[in-house]
């Protein structure tokens, strides 16, 4: 089975700062990663998306993400962060094949201060 | 496009009544639709698998009579709390997937239920 680890519950960040949220996975076969994002009392967004290719992504509101095979990682960047960037911040995984559930990791409260 | 949508967005109800959710995708047809429940500054976990015109399938603890699931369309599916008690109160999430989506998940916007 595949498993995800946030390691940051909480990354504090000043406005126009660049910050990155770590994602880690753990999965035996090939996988599709996702970066969600969450505003208060709101579903899922999706913010990117790894299937196949090029190992830099590139979504919505400036944020882009490397998949490294090599370190089974998936970490979310952004250059210059705004205030309404203020979020939850949630990475997923599923198998690139067959039937399979998509496993969220804990989430990573992005607080963005002036 | 692929667009999903909730309804209703929030509930309020007394303890032992029961509530139901919809779930709808919009601009897609959806083979598959997931339901999650969400506590206070926690992830999302999932309750329940959904395919149409056949039985949930539900994840380990999940009470299958306690959270009844239909999936009757292509296009919805609901999420019925039966005999609602204050622990039931929590965010419930739905999201549908279509047969060339490659696992991909879309979501809805959320549902807030309380239960007093």
């Known amino acids: 089975a595949q498993s995800v680890t946030q390691l940051d519950s909480q990354v504090p960040v000043f406005e126009e700062a660049p910050v990155e949220l770590r994602c880690n996975y753990s999965s035996s076969v090939s996988v599709y990663l996702f970066w969600y994002v969450q505003y208060p009392n709101q579903g899922l967004q999706l913010l990117l998306k790894?299937?196949?290719?090029?190992?830099l992504v590139k979504g919505i509101n400036g944020f882009e993400a490397e998949f490294n095979k090599s370190q089974t990682s998936f970490h979310l960047r952004k250059p210059s962060v705004h205030i309404s960037d203020t979020a939850e911040y949630f990475c997923?995984?599923?198998?690139?094949?067959?039937?399979?559930?998509?496993?969220f990791g804990k989430g990573t409260m992005l607080l963005v201060s002036p | 496009g692929a667009v999903v949508s909730q309804h209703p967005s929030w509930v309020i109800c007394k303890s032992g009544t029961s509530v139901k959710i919809e779930c709808r995708s919009l601009d897609f047809q959806a083979t598959t639709m997931f339901w999650y429940r969400q506590f206070p500054k926690q992830s999302l976990m999932l309750m329940a698998t959904?395919?149409?015109?056949?039985?949930?399938?539900?994840e380990q603890g999940v009470e299958k009579d306690k959270f009844l699931i239909n999936h009757a369309s292509l296009t919805l599916s609901t999420l019925t709390v039966t005999s609602a008690h204050p622990e039931d109160s929590s965010f419930y999430i739905c999201?549908?997937?279509?047969?060339?989506?490659?696992?991909?998940?879309?979501f809805g916007p959320g549902t807030r239920l309380t239960v007093l």
């Open positions: 790894y299937l196949s290719g090029s190992t």
């Open positions: 959904s395919n149409e015109g056949s039985k949930a399938t539900y």
């Open positions: 997923a995984v599923t198998l690139n094949s067959g039937y399979s559930t998509l496993t």
């Open positions: 999201s549908a997937s279509h047969a060339e989506g490659a696992n991909e998940q879309f």
